[in-house]
C-alpha cells in the first residue's frame, strides 16, 4: 500500500501547530506497520536546510501558472520517512513563518502558494504520474491540500484521496475570481463544488470533492455535524457523514516520555515518581516561583486564543492564586490575551509566571513540573497536551468537547467539565484542588494516566484499514 501524505508542515522541520506533529509522527507510524509513506511538503526555507540527503527527482519547466518548478527528493532527518519536497522560492523561501510574514500577517499570494502544494499532490496521485512511485492514496490535510482532491476530480480521477480536518475553524477562503486561475473550472463555483458563502474555499473543496473525510477524534467528527461547531460547513459534512471518520490522533511516545526527557532536569516514571518532585522544584526556580513543593502547581501551554479559553483561565487567575495554587502560563497569540496574561502575573509575583512565546525544551519542563494542566478550550478536534499530561503524571482539566473528552476520564485521570464559563472551569479546578489533598487519590489519578496508551499504533492500523477501503470503493460506489 502506497500513501502520499500532502500536508503544509511537518515536525521537525517546520511547525505551527499540532498539525506539524502528526504529520510528523503518523507517516513513521505507518511505515512502521508495513505501508511506503511518503510525505509532500512545500520547500520553506528550513525545509529545504534540513531533508537528507534533498537530490532532484522532478523537474516541471511549464507549470500553469508558476512555470518551473522542481521536485527534490530526501528523508525526514529524524524518521528516515522519504519525503518529496516542492523547490519553488518564489512561493517558499520567504523570512516569515508558513503563511504569515514576520509581522503576522498572511501571505497575499497563500492561494496561489497552497494552490501549488495542492497541483503537485494530485499531479503525483494521478495516472499518467510523471514519477515511477504512485500512490495507492492521496491523504490530504487541512485546507492548504484541499485542492488536490477537486483537481484529481477534474482531472478525470486519479488514487482515491481521504481530506483529514485537523481544525475546521481554517478553511482557506478566498476571493471567488481566484477559482479559474487556479486552474478549476468556473463550474465549480457553486454550492456543489468550492464555493462558500460568496467565497472560494480550500478546505470546501477538498470536503465536497474528496473520497472520504476523516478528523481526528470520534466526538468531533459528531461535532462537527451540527451548528456551532460545523462552522458553515455542518450541512455537507452531515450530508457525507456515510464517509466521515474520528481518528484519535497519536502522541510521539519516544518524544514524550519522562523517564527518557533529556529536557528535563530529572527523569522519572509510573514505578519511581519521585522525580516528579524535583521537576516541580525546577521549573519553580527557574521561572522565580516561589519553592514551594506542596503547592498546586497549574500549567497552560496554548496558543492564546478564544477557541482555547483563555479568557476562562485569566478570568479564574485570582481566584486560583487566592485558593493557594500557583499558575504557568506558555503561549502567544491575540494580543489582548498575551496582554491579560502578562498582568496575571505582574499581579502576582512568585505565584504566576507568563512567558509569551514558545519553547520546545519549557514546554516539556512546565508539563513535567505541573501537578495539573488547565486545557478548557471551547473546542478542540483532538488536542495533544492533555494526552502529554497524562504520560508525564499531570493531571488534566479539559472542557467537555472533542478529543478532549475521548482522551481525559472524568474522576480517573482527570476533571472533565461540561458548563462552557470560567464558572465551570472553576468548578472543575476546585474538585482538582480537594483530590490534591488526599495524595493517596491523587497518585491513584497520576498512575492512571501514565498507564494509558496513546501511541500512534492503533491510529496507524486505523488509517491503514481506512485506505484499504478507499483503494476498493471509490466515489458513487456501494460500499460492501
Known sequence: ?????????????????????????????????????????????????????????????????????????????????????????????????????????????????????????ALISAPDTPLAWRPDVLHCNDWQTGLAPAYLHFAGGGAPSLMTIHNLAYQGIFPPDL???????????QVEGVEYYGNFSFLKAGLYYADWISTVSPSYAREIQQSPLGMGMEGLLASRRDRLTGILNGIDMADWNPSSDLHLPCEYSSRALAGKRRCKLALQQDLNLEIQPETPLFGVISRLTYQKGIDWVAAIADRLVAAGAQLVILGKGEAHLEQACHDIAARHPGRVASIIGYDEGLSHRIEAGADVFLMPSRFEPCGLNQMYSQRYGTIPVVFATGGLKDTVEDGVTGFVFTEASPEGLWGAIQRALTVFQDKPAWRRMMLAGMQKDFSWEASANQYAWLYRLLVLTRSGNDIV
Open 1 to 121: 500500500m502506497k500513501v502520499l501524505f500532502a500536508t503544509p508542515e511537518a515536525r521537525p522541520l517546520v511547525k505551527t501547530g499540532g498539525l506539524a506533529d502528526v504529520s510528523g509522527a503518523l507517516p513513521a507510524a505507518l511505515r512502521e506497520i508495513g505501508l511506503d509513506c511518503r510525505l509532500l511538503l512545500p520547500g520553506y526555507h528550513p525545509v529545504i536546510a534540513g531533508v537528507v540527503n534533498a537530490r532532484e527527482r522532478l523537474r516541471l519547466n511549464d507549470l500553469p501558472g508558476y512555470g518551473a518548478v522542481r521536485l527534490l527528493e530526501g528523508q525526514m532527518p529524524d524518521t528516515g520517512v522519504p519525503v518529496y519536497v516542492i523547490d519553488y522560492p518564489w512561493h517558499y523561501q520567504r523570512d516569515g513563518g508558513p503563511y504569515q510574514d514576520a509581522s503576522g500577517r498572511d501571505y497575499p499570494d497563500n492561494a496561489w502558494r497552497f494552490a501549488l502544494l495542492s497541483r503537485i499532490a
Open 179 to 189: 477559482v479559474v486561475p487556479l486552474g478549476l473550472p468556473a463550474a465549480s463555483f
